[in-house]
């Protein structure tokens, strides 16, 4: 694919420009991207969105994206008034080289303030020469998953070497480098405080979710996709996951448990794993007598994923109670809010601050097997409960984790960082 076609995948919000509910003076600001827009997702979920609301609310953004990771997005730039997004051509070689671009990319804005986002990798290393120079540009970290011990560290198929040097990111960053720091997660803020930030640095600014984006979300049609895929008349449980929350084996147990009470169950995956865990997913369904009972969607592209939602009864989002799950907010579980679903989900992290149990979904104790399984039970078998948690969900959304809301949040954290 050529790079712009690629690097053009994204879309921003159509021609969003500036208008006059910010408090202040305007501001251009300067979002440093982690990584690519594909195949990871805070790019795309957490930078772009949040670019988009800065504008609404009369910023101009510049959005740098270092597609390390996927070459094909570098050496082009989309321009919608005043936000511009552009991904610098990769230098060679990429390390330490790309963060110095990065740097001089972002100086050349002459920005109001620099948000960076991971105390991670490259975008972790621009932020650090920013630190190092002296500019007294206001710098702000944002950290949105807990990367070191505990972390991604334990995930990735890092080098001991990797693993050592993101954890002194990870320490060294916040404490030294940046004014403020964003944290997506209330278990973020206590890790901040943990490494000694004071209180006031430290920004709660969760993920979100864009009405321009999710217009259309509450309209999808899921019969089409029902019949596609063999789920007319069938009570179907909806799996929306890239597998790294959970023991695959613990889903399995509560989907057999389900069986139990509801023969005719199905499980519709929506998602692949990194690691490839969907095989081994249909592997212990099938040892189970649980085979006809999967139905894997696989990897589903955007236009199609309200409608594969839609498909499900009631969503299972299972986290296991691990410090990367208690540090993350997931915009799969605002996805599945957004899309009106029920869901059932650990009471694990963030999930516990987005869902009131029983109010806009179904909390269950940590890996609480027998308690899921009844929670999914009770909801494939009365609608109403169903139609109800779903609503409630949506609402829930818009009220807490709209983005023109919570922009108000960053805003905030580039003041008090010194931005004017």
Known sequence: MPAFLSCLAFRPAEAPMAGGRSRGAAMRIVLLAPFATQPK???RARVLPLAEALVRHGHSVTVLIPAWDNPREAG?????????????????????RLSLVLVREALREHPDAIHVFKPKAHSGLALLWLWARASRIPRVLDSDDWEGRGGWNEVNPYSP??????????????????????????????????????????IYLPN?????????????????????????????????????????????????RVREAVSHVRLLVVGRGFFGEETQLRQEMAARGLGDHLVDAGWVAERELPQHLAAGDVA??????????????SVKLIELMVAGRAIVADAVGEAREMLEHRVSGWLTPPEDVQAQAAALISLLQDPESRRALGQAATTRVWQAYDWDHLVARALAAYRLAGAR
């Not at 936000?83 to 330490?96: E, G």
């Not at 916040?174 to 405080?193: D, F, G, I, K």
């Open 316 to 329: 299972f989002f299972p986290l296991d109670d691990r410090l990367i799950n208690r540090a993350k907010c």
């Open 208 to 256: 979100g979710a864009s009405r321009e984006r999710y217009a259309e979300w509450s309209s999808a049609d899921p019969e089409p996709v029902r019949r596609r895929l063999g789920l007319d008349g069938l009570p179907t449980v909806l799996l929306y996951t890239r597998f790294a929350e959970f023991r695959v084996s613990r889903v399995v147990e509560v989907i057999a």
């Open 41 to 43: 997702g805070t790019t």
């Open 76 to 96: 082009c730039e989309v321009t919608r008034g005043p936000l511009r997004i552009r991904w610098p051509a990769l230098p060679h070689p990429v390390t330490p």
């Open 161 to 202: 070497l990797q693993k050592a040097f993101f954890q002194w990111q990870e320490h060294f960053l916040p404490r030294h480098c940046a004014r403020v720091v964003t944290v997506a997660s209330r278990t973020l803020q206590t890790q901040m405080w943990g490494l000694g930030l004071p209180p006031e640095r430290v």
